[in-house]
């Protein structure tokens, strides 16, 4: 009696395979992903072939709704979003995308309200940790484990204070961030439509579009097809709603960190000056500065003359270098081109020659410096550096007698010790190029 039973489970098993068992049902879905330009709602028949799948699956969703062996359960829109801009604007970004897709359906499949579902879905962090998980990106571990263990939101006090994006963009200095900005961001832009069908009595499987997957879903009523001829999507109407929502930024663009600055110490001293400041990556940095003060009271014989400019180039390190560019500690090296004319009422010193260029009269000082950058606002730094190294070039000793200037001797400059002492307000600038401060604005 059991060697029956298996034998009639194994025939009907067979049945179901080889068509012969005319009352098998199962269940079985359609898919398709649309692709949109980031920040954008509107669909693009060029992009990505938007257009020619949408063809594909409008047409292959009219013939299983003309089909009497063949009952759809339900049609599903869900629009998605990456990382990028807050998630307020997400939302609503990924709502619109979903409705346009299905407003450019509509007009061509009749189907029952009660089986369109429109999502919502936002930021794709799944999305995103499967690319991950299947990529062999830079610091690949650290950003799985920042997408496994860190929520999207951390509060304090009822305050935003960190969370799962912030600290993606901070690893490594926003080197992770950039490379899925690239590679990875694109494919989370999207609306994806999936069809689930039920089928009765079909002996040939439904075709799949884009990574299809079989469901085990409960029954519902039959839908009555409604066959209706099918316009080319040339000759659709564009939907009222696929308009640009206000406030989305440009196309994302590679990171770029600078800052501007002026030493605050030459600054008291009268001698205006500004420096710039750029991220090359990596910690490192290159710089310049240049100041210039020409100030002269002849009757009084009061001079203080000084221009010249610096080129240095650094390497940041530590914790909140880490975090962001152009913030804590540095080492670097400097050199410098100036010169002066310092006489206050008495014996005065002028470097290099007298008139001329600035190649005449150049002084110079190369050196080693260590400094610490310190966060005080969201835009604003603080920078200390102290220089130390070698000060070299010719200059000449003068006194001032009846109107006039009488040289005396000629000098060579050779000092080794401090060069170079600053505490520069630093403005930063670039795209993301801020401090994130707690409680403040993010």
Not at 213 to 242: F, G, H, I, N
Request: hydrophobic share 35%.
């Amino acid at each position: 009696m059991k060697i029956d039973k298996w034998i009639l489970l194994l025939f009907l098993l067979c049945g179901c395979y080889t068509g012969y068992g005319q009352e098998h049902i199962f269940a079985d879905t359609l898919d398709l992903q649309v692709h949109f330009r980031y920040g954008y709602s509107i669909f693009e028949p060029e992009l990505n072939e938007n257009g020619a799948r949408l063809d594909r699956f409008i047409g292959r969703l009219w013939e299983l709704q003309s089909d009497t062996t063949c009952r759809i359960e339900r049609l599903t829109f869900v629009g998605a979003a990456s990382p990028e801009g807050n998630t307020a604007m997400n939302r609503r970004l990924s709502a619109r995308r979903a409705e346009n897709i299905l407003a450019h359906i509509r007009p061509q499949i009749e189907l029952p309200d009660s089986l369109v579902s429109v999502v919502s879905l936002g930021i794709d962090w799944e999305g995103l940790t499967a690319q991950v998980e299947a990529s062999q990106m830079p610091y690949r571990d650290e950003v799985l484990d920042i997408l496994y263990h860190t929520p999207e939101w951390i509060l304090r006090d009822g305050k935003i204070v960190d969370g799962r994006k912030r600290r993606l963009e901070m690893l490594c200095g926003g080197q992770a961030w950039w490379y899925m900005c690239e590679q990875f961001f694109p494919k989370l832009r999207s609306s994806d439509v999936r069809v689930v069908c039920r089928v009765v009595q079909r002996t040939e499987p439904l075709v799949r579009l884009e990574g299809s997957d079989t469901l085990a879903l409960t029954p519902r009523e039959p839908v009555v097809p409604v066959p209706r001829k099918m316009p080319a999507l040339s000759e659709m109407p564009a939907p009222c709603d696929t308009v640009r929502p206000s406030g989305v930024a440009l196309p994302p663009q590679k990171p770029f960190y600078m800052s501007l600055k002026t030493n605050m110490l030459y600054d008291l001293l009268l001698v205006p000056n500004i420096g710039a400041e750029f991220y090359v990556g990596r910690g490192w940095t290159v710089g310049g500065t240049w100041a210039y003060a020409w100030w002269s009271r002849e009757k009084s014989h009061f001079y203080w003359r000084l221009y010249g400019g610096e080129l240095y180039v650094r390497k940041y390190f530590g914790r909140l270098a880490a975090e962001k560019p152009l913030t804590g500690h540095h080492l670097g090296v400097h050199g410098e081109i100036f010169t002066y004319d310092f006489e206050l009422g008495g014996r005065g010193y002028i470097g290099g020659k007298p008139g001329g260029s600035l190649w005449d009269k150049m002084n110079y000082a190369v050196g080693v410096e260590y400094g610490y950058s310190l966060p005080i606002t969201r835009r604003l730094n603080l920078d200390f550096t102290l220089g130390i190294g070698y000060w070299g070039g010719e200059y000449k000793i003068y006194d001032p007698e009846d109107g006039h200037y009488v040289w005396k001797e000629t000098r060579q400059r050779h000092w080794f010790g401090p060069t170079k002492a600053e505490v520069s307000l630093v403005w930063l600038l670039g795209r993301g190029n801020f401090n994130k401060k707690k409680g403040g604005r993010r």
